[in-house]
C-alpha cells in the first residue's frame, strides 16, 4: 500500500518527495511528545487542586507537648465552629512523619525533630475565610499558631502549569502550521516534475479532482508511513521515560506515566498527521491546476 499503487503518475521516480515520510515521522514525534507534556501537566494541575485547594493546614507548636495537646482540642473545637469550615481533623504523628519522608528518609522517626501538631482543614466550595484573621483568633488559644492557607502558593503553582501546558499546545499547533507547509512545498515539486504527465492527461479530459486524487493518495501513503514510525518512536520514548520515572517519590511531582485515555488522545497524533497531509496535497493541486491554461 505504501510503496505500489495504481496511479497515473510515476511518483516511484519522482525523488522530490523521499524526504517527505522522514519530515512527517519528525513532526509526529514532536508533536506526540508536546501533547503528552499538556496532558500530564493538565493532570497534575487536576490532582492539585482537587486534593489541596479549599484546605487549610493549622500547625501548633509543641515546646510542651502536653500544653499543646491541650490547646489542640480548644483549637479543634473554634475550627469545626467556624463558618465555612466543613471538617477538621488532627494528623497523627505518623501521618506527619509520613509527610517528611521524601525529603528527610524512611529515619525521620528517628531523629528526635520538635514535629509540630497538625490539624487538617477542609473547607466548603464557596467559603471566604480569611487565614490571617483565623489565624489571629487561634493564636489567643494557642500562641505561635500558624495557619497555611493552600490556595495562596497553590494558585502561583496552577498558573505556571497552566502556561506550560499552554506553550505545549502553541507548540502543537505550530508543528500542523509546519506540516501543512511542508507538505505544500513537496506537493508543488512534485506538481512541476510530473507537469507534463498531468498537462496531458489534462488536455485527454481528466478532470482536476482525478488528478488532485492522484496526489492525495500519493501524500496518504507518504503520511501513513511517516506517521507510524514517529508513532512508534514517540510511544517508545514515552513508554521509556515512565520506566526510569516509576520509582520517584517526590512531594507533588505528577505521574510521568500516561493513562489509557491519554494514550487514546495521544493515537490521534498520527492520524491527524496523514489528514493534513492528504487534504494540504488535494487542495495544493486544485489551486495549480486552476492556473493551468
Known sequence: MWRRAQTDLPFDQDQSTRFLPWIVALMVLLAALAAAAALIVNSAVDSWDNGLSGRLTVQIPTEDRADAEAQSVAVLAMLRATPGVIAAEPLTLAAVEALLEPWLGDAVGDLDLPLPLLIDVELAPDARLDSTVLASRL???????????????LSGLIDLAQMIELLAVIVVVLIGFSAVATVVFATRSGFAVHYDIIELLHFMGARDSYVAAQFQGHAMRQGLRGGVIGAVTAAAFLAFIGYIARDIDAAFMPPLALTPWQWGVLGLVPAAGVVIAMATARLTVLRALVRMP
Open 139 to 153: 493564636a489567643d488559644i494557642a500562641p505561635g499558631i500558624a495557619v497555611d492557607d493552600h490556595r495562596v502558593w
